[in-house]
């Protein structure tokens, strides 16, 4: 555990003396800053109009969490199925290519803790940035009425998808000895588990069932509606430790070869 | 102490390494010679706990690296053929970060550090990024991360390439230093390096082990070049590829 530590610490510190956290991080935020005004505008241009048009029932139904949060928690979970991979392209990738990876391979330490300590690294990252574009659920708090609940399962949603998009990343850098393959690689699987229940609705009912189940935004829906269900947790968590798994695999198994 | 017993690495059906055995005892420089592709970074490899070998066994300090890798890879300190730096990272800590990889503990972690940077030379650049160092730096950085954990065994992989007539002196003369209390394997292409740094010679040509000698055992009168030359020309030895191949084709047959 302290070796992951050290590795996870070296690690984060490598992303903040390079530029690419940075950019990273500066478009993640603009493109939330973004999203958030213009379905807070949207919002209040719907809610100005049922007010001109005295129409009680329809001012009930507008809410801030389905109006503004779900569906910038979607959109930042787009976002990040683009960003995570430029994050943790470099994470195996870039040691083969320098020869640093022989100084891992060859401390004393267990294939287990590099991968462990890459993944703690990139998720602490990850989970930064959106607890930062959290701000604006503050300022909805400050000055709206959301639900706090549900907003709070719909960061947790984003917050395990963030973790499962840095696992899938994390393998496919362990697959290649070159950046643009790692990232491409991690972007295409996980466009893939975004779309994944898309002819779900042709198919037969088996496989529908087991598409839909595949499905990312099946499961983190339901928590951006404030429902936090086990078999959703299920899915995400298992999700991280099959990546992390393969990952640890297919580093060792490169000692093999 | 480096006992490398029967060591064989097959890489798909390509042999690297085949059959090669020596040994290196404690207060010994063991030169480590043979033309580019004979098995030599293979071998030191295997010797570090990078990939196991096929078959056959290497004991450092007397822990088999396969069964007790860990114990073992905390006891070597190794310098790979092209220095494993972090580009982004400061020379300091880069080293620091080596060190605690290596288990220095907390509290020794200063005392370490300064002393391969003074052993190393390394005053002038240790708040410099790695990746602007000069090439003769960079090694000497390379040879600081072995040295940090304070190992009893060190394996480098061409310590002297790239650096000028001066430094190459400078690391020959650090490296005799260190030798007194430790094992160290060097593997090198710089013939008159042996004859003065050296005790024992080894030279490995095509995956095979063709010469094992103390220095003083060699033959007088003839100069060590005449000896490479004539052991990797090696008559009577069949490359262990030829070998390897013909024993494919009798597989198929």
Redesign the interface.
Known sequence: MK?AL??AG?EL??YF??PVAYVVMAVFLLLAGWFFFSLLSRFDQILQIYIMMHNVQALERVNLNTMVVAPMLHDLAIVLVILVPAITMRAFAEEKR?????????????TGEVVAGKFIAAACFVLGMIVLSGVYAVILALYGNPEAGVMASGYLGLGLLGVCFVGVGLFTSSLTTNQIIAAISCFGALLLLYVISWPAEAAGAATTAVLRYLSLPEHFDRMTQGLIDSRDLVYLLSLVGVALFLTQRSVESA??? | MIEVKNLTKH?GEVVAIHEVSFKADKGQILGFLGPNGAGKTTTM?II?????ATSGTVLVEGLDVFTHS??A??R?G?L??????????RVA?YLS??A????VPRASLDDALNRVVRVCGLEAVAQRICGQLSKGYRQRVGLA?ALIHDPPVLVLDEPTIGLDPRQIHEVRELIRGLAADRTIVLSTHILPEVSQICDRVVIISQGRVVLEESLAALPAGKSLEEIFLEAISGEGHRSANEEALEQVDAGRS
């Open positions: 070796n050290v590795i070296k510190q490598s003396v390079q320098t020869g640093t990876y022989e100084l891992l391979l060859t401390a004393p330490v267990r000692r093999w070869r | 890489y490899r570090c706990g990078y990939m196991p860990l114990a890879r905390r070597i190794y790979p053929e092209t220095p494993p730096l972090y580009p982004e990272m800590s970060f080596v605690r990889l290596r288990d991360q």
